[in-house]
């Protein structure tokens, strides 16, 4: 049986709006600008933060790993990965097999798209976070995109991209 609180929308802000702080640092240290945090299931304990580190360890999909490797995957089912895009395939797999239950992004990854266009860093897959639970066995909770972090999310990549 679950033992962890209700998300709030103030809480979902809040913990993007860190997510976006960590994706500024990440892009001030050269590197794409997408940032994450795992919250306990009080809602409140910022447990995990990551940045990502390249192409193929991306904030959430290394955030997760870590979490794997320093929780118990019971304790992880009532946490909460918040990112600021929508995890790709690969994220959204790695957080289903680390057993985390709950994902809250800001920005969609087709509204990313539509900025980032056919970049080369940016070969986005367009298969929504959404659909890729669906095909799993465990009901992972999605809440996004957050219209209310969007703006700010999104101003820190179209510097970024246009470069």
């Not at 929308?9 to 240290?29: K, V």
């Not at 794409?32 to 360890?57: K, R, Y």
């Not at 959430?60 to 118990?72: G, N, P």
């Not at 995957?73 to 797999?93: Q, S």
Request: glycine share 6%.
């Amino acid at each position: 049986m679950s033992t962890d609180s209700a998300l709030t929308s103030a809480q979902m802000i809040r913990h993007l709006q860190s997510a976006n702080q960590i994706a500024i640092r990440t892009r001030a240290q050269g590197h794409h600008p997408f940032g994450a945090i795992l919250v306990a299931p009080d809602q409140e304990t910022v447990l995990l933060e990551q940045g990502n580190l390249d192409t193929v360890n991306h904030a959430e999909s290394v955030l997760a790993r870590t979490a794997f490797s320093q929780f118990a995957i019971d304790y992880l089912w009532n946490c909460t990965l918040y990112t600021t895009v929508e995890p790709c395939v690969m994220c959204a797999g790695t957080q289903y097999w680390a057993n985390i239950g709950r994902l809250v992004y800001g920005v969609s990854e087709t509204r990313l798209l539509a900025l980032t266009g056919n970049h080369a860093q940016n070969p986005t897959l367009n298969l929504p976070c959404r659909t890729v639970f669906e095909h799993g066995q465990k009901p992972i909770q999605v809440w996004g995109p957050i219209a209310a972090v969007e703006a700010e999310i999104l101003a820190v990549h179209e510097d970024f991209w246009r470069q």
